[in-house]
């Protein structure tokens, strides 16, 4: 009762409109929290079928390539986020064997100016979904490169020990980890951060993103 009148009064005072073309959402029941469809029908038919490949040894499984509508849905708020963990979930997630997941780090001032790091929202909502546990055993310690500026030398270079290991490292032994992200663009970022990963000497690991950039 009390979170189908929470889902009328966010309707209410938010009304639900298509992330990508802004048409109304008259039906409101997709998501965890928001109970909203990020999409509307005739977008959501537009998004392509789910890509998978290998980037070196690490398996990355992404729902669509760097377009429309799902590129629209990016960073734009703690909400649409959450939108996108359901489709990770309901989409990807389901068809793995998964033993915990685990976000691809923001660095502290990103996640600080945005308020909040859509990777972890997105593994956070998988997690409220699924039952799987979400372990925050990296820790990101430089910033992330902008889109699009930088070559894929210059990438790989950069994320050279962008990340760290935290006490939770301990928990993915001998689990099958699934590694969370928004966007794969080189791939570097996702390597580097299985590369510390491996070091908790889990069972296997895999990567999930909203969007692979195609090149």
Do not use: W
């Not at 992404?62 to 377009?67: E, H, P, V, W």
């Not at 990770?88 to 389901?94: I, M, N, P, T």
């Amino acid at each position: 009762m009390l979170k189908s009148l929470s889902l009328l009064v966010s309707s209410v005072l938010a009304p639900p409109f298509c992330g990508h073309c802004h048409t109304y959402l008259s039906k409101c029941f997709f998501g965890y929290f928001s109970g909203r469809e990020p999409l509307c029908i005739d977008c959501l038919e537009q998004v392509s079928p789910l890509l998978s490949t290998k980037i070196g040894t690490l398996k990355v499984h992404a729902l669509s390539g760097y377009d429309y509508p799902l590129k629209s849905l990016l960073n734009q708020s703690h909400e649409t986020a959450v939108q996108l963990g359901t489709f990770l979930g309901e989409q990807v997630v389901s068809s793995l064997e998964v033993d915990c997941l685990v976000p691809v780090p923001r660095y502290k001032t990103e996640v600080a100016k945005k308020g909040y790091s859509a990777s972890l929202v997105m593994a956070q909502q998988v997690s409220c979904l699924s039952g799987i546990p979400v372990v925050e055993c990296i820790q990101r310690v430089k910033p992330s490169l902008r889109r699009g500026l930088y070559t894929k030398v210059e990438r790989h270079q950069y994320n050279q020990g962008v990340f760290r290991v935290t006490p939770k490292i301990s928990e993915v032994e001998g689990k099958r980890v699934v590694l969370i992200d928004e966007v794969c663009t080189t791939g570097s970022t996702l390597v580097e951060a299985a590369k510390l990963v491996k070091l908790g000497r889990p069972k296997e690991i895999e990567a999930v993103v909203v969007c692979r950039v195609l090149k």
